[in-house]
């Protein structure tokens, strides 16, 4: 199945901890990005990377890291969580920078205590 | 800056009836829009794109968007609302041809039987 998955679904954790989001794409796209969704459903794209080059949204805290390991792989790092972190992250692909639509995973729903 | 504006938070119709959700855009050069639909617990799927071309797209499930220059506009359609069609609909713009994926502040749809 070609499409792009996230792990965990949910993860609940307390403030200071670590967490880490793993997501991966089967789509053969160059493009991974990281949005975060709060609880009115608003996205705010947080990091965009192609394997040759990262781009970071100034807004994020930076207790949040991109983690990859290839084109297929970008995974999510919050190193100290505050309550404010709670949300659903989307983890999303696309063939190319720029005009190409995105393909989007489940989402990981994080809350925060 | 560029911008998407979904006008309407919440929109209710009754199950057979037709749909428009309203979607503006700000971006004044070459447009490329999507529509994106949101069902519950669930990640973003795309309904339909809009490159240059036909201003009348069609997409999945019977949705079809009209796009217009002189209005700034890309509104979403369905002749019949079906109950599944209950979601959350996500206008976005993709013409800058940057990383970014500018979205709308979505419009909530609620089906009655």
């Known amino acids: 199945e070609t499409a792009v998955f996230q792990t965990p679904n949910y993860h609940v954790t307390q403030v200071g901890n670590e967490v880490s989001f793993n997501c991966k794409q089967t789509l053969g796209h160059d493009t991974m990005y990281w949005y975060k969704q709060d609880s009115k459903k608003l996205l705010k794209i947080m990091f965009s990377?192609?394997?040759?080059?990262?781009?970071v949204n100034e807004t994020v805290p930076r207790r949040f890291s991109p983690q990859s390991s290839d084109k297929a792989h970008l995974n999510l790092r919050i190193k100290s969580v505050e309550p404010e972190d709670s949300a659903v992250y989307l983890c999303a692909s696309s063939p190319d920078w720029g005009y190409a639509e995105q393909f989007f995973g489940p989402g990981t729903r994080l809350t925060v205590l | 800056a560029q911008s998407v504006t979904q006008p309407d938070a919440r929109v209710t119709v009754s199950e057979g009836a037709s749909l428009q959700l309203r979607c503006k855009y700000s971006y004044f050069g070459t447009p490329y829009l999507f529509w994106y639909v949101q069902y519950p617990r669930q990640g973003l799927q795309l309904l339909l794109k809009?490159?240059?071309?036909?201003?009348v797209v069609q997409g999945v499930n019977g949705f079809e968007a009209e796009f217009s220059k002189s209005n700034s506009s890309f509104h979403l359609r369905k002749a019949s609302v079906h109950w599944s069609d209950w979601a959350v609909y996500f206008c976005?713009?993709?013409?800058?041809?940057?990383?970014?994926?500018?979205f709308g502040s979505g419009t909530q749809l609620t089906v009655m039987p």
């Open positions: 976005a713009d993709a013409s800058s041809g940057s990383w970014q994926l500018i």
């Open positions: 809009y490159y240059p071309g036909d201003p």
């Open positions: 990377y192609n394997n040759k080059q990262l781009i």
